[in-house]
């Protein structure tokens, strides 16, 4: 991803949150289960939220380096199993989204669906 792609994707989110009454997060989406691989939690997460992520791409981190970066990892609504928000602690600076960009790996595939498991397997 690029600064500009990240930066608006926190824009996005904020914006979500000043309408749902929540001022004052600047956040990015992910999707984590504990213990699981990444193609695992993409399968998981499509089987247990009908076919969600939909990202053709994807990137991979961890937790513990999102919050070695003073991020906070939450999850979000029960309705979304494996949703999760990296939280920024105020406004994202370019050196915030820069550290944050450097913490993930390259872009690759994501697993195509035909090839899913149910979260049981």
């Known amino acids: 991803m690029t600064l500009r792609a990240v930066r608006d994707r926190v824009k996005v989110d904020f914006d979500e949150a000043v309408?749902?009454?929540d001022i004052g997060r600047h956040e990015v989406s992910v999707w984590t289960f504990s213990g699981l691989y990444a193609d695992e939690i993409v399968r998981v997460a499509r089987a247990l939220n009908g076919g969600i992520p939909p990202h053709n791409r994807m990137q991979t981190a961890t937790a513990g380096a999102m919050r070695a970066l003073g991020l906070e990892v939450l999850r979000t609504e029960p309705s979304k199993p494996g949703h999760h928000a990296?939280?920024?602690p105020?406004?994202?600076?370019?050196t915030d989204?820069?550290?944050?960009?450097?913490a993930f790996s390259r872009p690759r595939l994501t697993p195509r669906e035909d090839h899913d498991v149910s979260p049981s397997s």
Not at 90 to 94: E, K, L, Q, V
Not at 97 to 102: D, Q
Request: aromatic residues 6%; without cysteine.
């Open 90 to 94: 105020s406004t994202p600076s370019d």
């Open 86 to 88: 990296v939280r920024f």
């Open 97 to 102: 989204i820069h550290a944050l960009m450097a």
């Open 19 to 21: 309408l749902e009454g």
